[in-house]
């Protein structure tokens, strides 16, 4: 099975900063990674695929990067709806899994 | 509109069988490339895939959990039925059905029922 790993597992930050998440994956997967976002109470929400292209509608501060075994998710101005859980999944083979969740409260 | 919802019981005894079934609308179960998903999440917890079927009824399972579970799809019904035996309360959780979209080789959970929360105790 492919792990993967996100860092940090939780994160505080204040509205308008920057935020960066990382996901790393036991072993390559070119970028068959996706980015989904959870809000407490609701299902998870696409945000990134294919490890940098953003889902339509998603807004255009969501960004994702990286290849191979690495991988970024950066909110580059955050909003007060962007506090959620964020979780990475690859897509590359089955069991397809997910990280373990990185959880971004309000400092 | 692409739309999917879970059904089943929400209290379950342990050793029972689980069965779910997610209805969706919006697409077709017989059109090439398209799958349904399901992926479970303890309360607290992270997300868990455990299981896809393809249009073409190929199927996919979580290692860990393959020896329980079981996928189907009725395509003229629009279902697909998940199938869980011996359930423990470590089987507690909220169960959720997803489309997998995409194009080609990538592909991703793209829209996501609203989930089905399963206890498990005697």
């Known amino acids: 099975d492919i792990q993967m790993t996100q860092s940090p597992s939780s994160l505080s930050a204040s509205v308008g900063d920057r935020v960066t998440i990382t996901c790393r994956a036991s072993?390559?997967?070119?970028?068959?990674l996706n980015w989904h976002q959870q809000k407490p109470g609701e299902a998870p929400k696409l945000l990134i695929y294919?490890?940098?292209n953003l889902q339509s509608g998603v807004p255009s501060r969501f960004s994702g990067s990286g290849s191979g075994t690495d991988f970024t998710l950066t909110i580059s101005s955050l909003q007060p709806d962007d506090f959620a859980t964020y979780y990475c999944?690859?897509?590359?083979?089955?069991?397809?899994?997910f990280g373990q969740g990185t959880k971004l409260e309000i400092k | 509109q692409i739309t999917l919802k879970e059904s089943g019981p929400t209290l379950v005894k342990p050793t029972q069988t689980l069965t779910l079934t997610c209805t969706f609308s919006?697409?077709?179960?017989?059109?090439?490339?398209?799958?349904v998903g399901w992926i479970r999440q303890p309360p607290g917890k992270a997300l868990e895939w455990l299981a896809l079927?393809?249009?073409?009824?190929?199927?996919r399972y979580s290692p860990s959990l393959e020896s329980r579970l079981t996928i189907t799809k009725d395509t003229s019904r629009n279902q697909v039925v998940l199938i869980m035996t011996n359930m423990d309360p470590v089987d507690t959780g909220t169960y959720y059905c997803a489309h997998r979209g995409g194009q080609g080789n990538y592909w991703y959970f793209d829209i996501w029922g609203r989930g089905s929360l399963v206890t498990v105790s005697s």
């Open positions: 072993q390559t997967i070119s970028n068959f």
């Open positions: 999944q690859q897509s590359y083979g089955a069991p397809y899994t």
């Open positions: 294919a490890a940098s």
């Open positions: 079927i393809y249009w073409d009824a190929d199927k």
């Open positions: 919006g697409f077709s179960l017989s059109t090439s490339g398209v799958g």
